[in-house]
């Protein structure tokens, strides 16, 4: 769900950006402001969530070579 949402909010915010820059509400540099604002708050996100499955895959990595060193030992 987060993980959605990380992806999601920057286009959101572009799109309803484009739209209120076609009604003059804000400038082109408010929005392409606002774009930067939210991938650099989003970016961190992102990449945490990606963290777990990685640390999940180096655990059974590490498994797997103690259990072939026990295995050679033998």
Known sequence: MISLIATTTPFI???YG???VKSSEITAGTLISY????SLLFSP????????PQLKQMSISLDRINFMLKRKKN
Do not use: D, G
């Open 45 to 52: 996100i992102y990449r945490l969530i990606n963290l777990v």
């Open 18 to 20: 484009c739209l209120m």
């Open 35 to 38: 774009f930067t604002y939210t």
């Open 13 to 15: 915010v572009l799109f």
